[in-house]
DNA sequence: GCTTTTAGCTAACGATGTTAGCCAGCCCTG
DNA sequence: CAGGGCTGGCTAACATCGTTAGCTAAAAGC
């Protein structure tokens, strides 16, 4: 038996990576094994099963994102750091639909959860945005939720194909960054 | 043996009640013959199978969405009608969460499946609601995937526990229906 | 080089979805 | 009211999947 070299990581990174591409749903232990070149039962010794697996995948997305959205929004103010910020996570949700998929209904069990810890980056990423708008103290934390709301929510409808009619979706989209700029600016 | 007297529309009932009291993701055709006080197999005389079931869940629940949508709105125009709607939206995604989570990810096979036409009467109902408001004929399929993104992102990231730190949740939803209503006023 | 650790393996078990095939209760005609 | 067919229930069995136990050989450290 030759050694393959494996550690969490690596793991983890082909779990996202197979969920990308056959749905979060359609993961299985026995596929990811084989894609990493290894029998069922040696995943174990990375991982802790299945539903570990699904929080570190979680983790990982979350932390991708918000490289993504963080990066996207520097040097960037206002109206154009919304744009950016939001078309960014669009895009990764799109690119990644398993690994984001994997966020959804995670509860980070605690402040040192690397889960909790990526999921404040990618908050912080999306408070950077706000900044740009004169928003009053107290609305922060609304305002946050509102972006968050209107981006995770399009964002996984239309990957999950929620969008069935005519009109084009990243029209919609752009719309719809337009609508959120309008609201904030008039808050 | 004694005949339960069964049919698909009580399967189907007792499965979307069992998602909302243990979580879609653990609705399993044991526990609910159980419920149904049958055994496994005898379910598949009235379903299809899981992936049959999960469909027709989403089939109840959009269409019991649209009602309560639908229901909520009438009587009521501009910013009344759009807090109606979006009230009565998240409260039966947060009363109904698995059934609701059915929904997720099912595509319509065809303009004749249920599934889309329960959509389409849901969307009627988010439809009334922009009647209310002054918005160009191109702009309104625009509008209503932000309404959709806005309400289904909102509800499904409370319903999954995503919103952890401290400002209150209903006072969040208040602020983003008056952004919603500021945003298409100003469109 | 020997020991210790550990990453891989095979074997096996439990849970779950599903199919096959049987049988009894209900409806409906004669 | 009797008998026949439909149908909804059952048991038995199987495939798949996640997981654990226990073994072995490769790597790492003294």
Redesign the interface.
């Known amino acids: 038996m030759p050694r393959v070299g494996l550690d969490p990581a690596a793991v983890v990174a082909a779990g996202a990576a197979l969920a990308d591409e056959v749905g979060l749903a359609n993961l299985t232990m026995g596929l990811l094994a084989e894609r990493v070149g290894v029998r069922p039962p040696s995943l174990y010794k990375h991982v802790g099963g299945q539903e570990d697996l699904n929080r570190r995948i979680a983790a990982l997305a979350l932390s991708e994102a918000a490289d993504a959205v963080g990066g996207a929004v520097q040097g960037y103010a206002g109206r154009d750091a919304l744009a950016a910020a939001a078309r960014a996570f669009r895009a990764f949700v799109l690119e990644h639909p398993g690994r984001y998929a994997a966020t ?2 995670v ?2 069990s605690g402040p040192d959860d690397p889960v ?1 810890i990526a ?1 404040q980056r990618l908050l912080g990423a999306f408070m950077a945005v706000l900044r740009g708008y004169e928003i009053a103290e107290s ?1 922060t ?3 946050l ?2 972006l ?7 964002a ?2 239309q990957a ?8 084009d ?1 990243d ?2 989209f752009e ?2 960054i337009a ?2 700029d ?3 600016r ?2």
Request: proline share 2%; net charge negative; aromatic share 12%.
């Open positions: 959804i209904g509860e980070p909790a999921g609305d934390d609304h305002a939720r509102m968050r709301s209107l981006c995770h929510g399009f996984t409808l999950a194909n929620g969008f069935q009619w005519s009109a979706v029209e919609s719309w719809l609508f959120a309008r609201g904030l008039a808050g």
